[in-house]
T-cell receptor, first 113, second 114 residues
């Protein structure tokens, strides 16, 4: 079956530091890959996505590249802000599946001023 | 903007009570989902629905049921609440029939079962 493994947190950083959150996946076909973010007290919202190998998703200074050879979709941001404090979830959806998302456990990121 | 609303942000119930969690989306999406979110476990799918009166079991359906009588509304029912159902419940919706499509989430209902 499908599964997503992401780096355990919590992660605490200073403002302007570099952030990486590792995500690897197991899937039978050619999945679409997503990063969702959950700010305190809110539901999840899509941060970025990639639908095929070597695609790069980007949004709000975050980037992730779909690496089929390493089955990875690591999230990066070059200079974090306090407002980036949130829980980040990696997720996949199978190409020929039933449109369900399989989520990783989530990584809590806290950015200190 | 797509909006997914959930009937309550916080709910406290007693063991054995029947609990209804309501979700409404305003963008005419075909697909709707119920998840529970627990620390260290991420989101786990309880039930989902592709269309009115259609429902499919997710990964953890035991102890839950759902109802979708109208396209915009998807209800999660706990027939007899138990303490291990204390959790954050998230509803989501998505359009169409593509694995590429984004899911839009409601703010969540934090349910405590005493």
């Amino acid at each position: 079956g499908n599964s997503v493994t992401q780096m355990e947190g919590p992660v605490t950083l200073s403002e302007e530091a570099f952030l990486t959150i590792n995500c690897t996946y197991t899937a039978t076909g050619y999945p679409s890959l997503f990063w969702y973010v959950q700010y305190p007290g809110e539901g999840l919202q899509l941060l970025l996505k990639a639908t095929k190998a070597d695609d790069k998703g980007s949004n709000k200074g975050f980037e992730a590249t779909y690496r089929k050879e390493t089955t990875s979709f690591h999230l990066e941001k070059g200079s974090v802000q306090v407002s980036d404090s949130a829980v980040y979830f990696c997720a996949l959806s199978e190409e020929r599946g039933d449109y369900k998302l399989s989520f990783g456990a989530g990584t809590t990121v806290t950015v200190r001023a | 903007d797509v909006k997914v609303t959930q009937s309550s942000r916080y709910l406290v119930k007693r063991t054995g009570e029947k609990v209804f969690l309501e979700c409404v989306q305003d963008m005419d999406h075909e697909n709707m989902f119920w998840y529970r979110q627990d620390p260290g476990l991420g989101l786990r799918l309880i039930y989902f629905s592709y269309d009115v009166k259609m429902k499919e079991k997710g990964d953890i359906p035991e102890g839950y049921s759902v109802s979708r009588e109208k396209k915009e509304r998807f209800s999660l029912i706990l027939e007899s609440a138990s303490t291990n159902q204390t959790s954050m419940y998230l509803c989501a919706s998505s359009p169409g029939r593509s694995s590429y499509n984004e899911q839009f989430f409601g703010p969540g209902t934090r349910l405590t079962v005493l």
